[in-house]
């Protein structure tokens, strides 16, 4: 079974955004391995750092991919297509870095293999957290030609 990281600077701190993140939490359960490495906020450097110890603390090859504003669009297609190239070449852990509030560092722009984007539009961290929970789980579903129940 495919493991996912998510690294993510932040608790999410309203119920809602729990809520939200724990309902795509418990429907990935039956795809992959889905671990959440919540950071505490601070400058992007500080960030940077911590994000690069938790790679760093992860064990076996990891493939790191950055949500990145300016990072390559990626539809739900592509994100599945993706998933389904890295386990086909013997990769089955991948950890997803999601930016503090105040962005990100390029220490941590450099270091990820990929850098991948929702599209032109700002996400606070906190929603982005919830798309790409989100995404994850459509990708699964694209993966398994299984309907996508809303």
């Known amino acids: 079974m495919l493991k996912i ?51 760093e603390s992860l064990s076996g090859e990891v493939y790191t991919i950055l949500l990145d504003i300016k990072g390559v669009p990626r539809s739900s297609e592509d994100i599945a297509a993706q998933l389904d190239k890295l386990a086909v070449h013997g990769i089955s852990h991948v950890a997803f870095i999601i930016g503090g509030s105040e962005g990100v560092s390029n220490c941590v722009r450099t270091a990820a293999n990929e850098r991948i984007s929702f599209g032109p539009i700002t996400l606070p961290h906190n929603l982005a957290r919830v798309v790409l929970f989100e995404q994850l789980y459509r990708a699964c579903k694209i993966l398994r030609h299984e309907p996508y129940h809303k």
């Open 5 to 55: 990281t998510v690294i993510a600077p932040g608790k999410l701190k309203e119920q809602f955004w729990r809520n939200a993140c724990a309902e795509y939490q418990k429907r990935l359960g039956s795809y992959v391995n889905l671990c959440v490495r919540e950071l505490p906020d601070s400058t992007p450097e500080k960030e940077g750092n911590a994000i690069l110890a938790v790679i």
